[in-house]
């Protein structure tokens, strides 16, 4: 069993910055990929980043797409998203996931392409 907690959120101003952490836990965790992404009430979870495990290959969404970093520390079993200049429209609860298994890199943005999830953090930007 994997489990996922993710931790880092909160309260920021518009320009401010924040870095979340996923710290994954199991013996089993070896993923093919890692990502993160958010969700409003009401909407459809987004992806927002993912980084592939062994090789360190990275993905964005166009709208996060030099504003925030996605990295990893596999020694650890942590994954960050370091996120600045932060708008109001990234506020979102925030998931960690984990990929187990081989997945295109043309699927790495869809959420049924990941196995375990954490619970979220909640990110609010205030103008």
């Known amino acids: 069993q994997v489990t996922l907690v993710e931790s880092g959120g909160g309260l920021v101003q518009v320009g401010g910055s924040l870095r979340l952490s996923c710290a994954a836990s199991g013996r089993t965790f070896d993923p093919y990929a890692m990502g993160w992404f958010r969700q409003v009430p009401g909407k459809d979870r987004e992806f927002v980043a993912s980084v592939l495990w062994r090789e360190g290959d990275s993905y964005y969404a166009d709208s996060v797409k030099v504003r925030f970093t996605i990295s990893r520390d596999n020694a650890k079993k942590m994954v960050y998203l370091q996120m600045v200049s932060l708008k109001p429209e990234d506020t979102a609860n925030y998931y960690c996931?984990?990929?187990?298994?081989?997945?295109?890199?043309?699927?790495?943005?869809?959420?049924?392409?990941?196995?375990?999830w954490g619970q979220g953090t909640q990110v609010t930007v205030s103008s």
């Open positions: 996931a984990g990929a187990s298994g081989v997945v295109f890199s043309t699927r790495l943005g869809a959420p049924n392409s990941y196995d375990y």
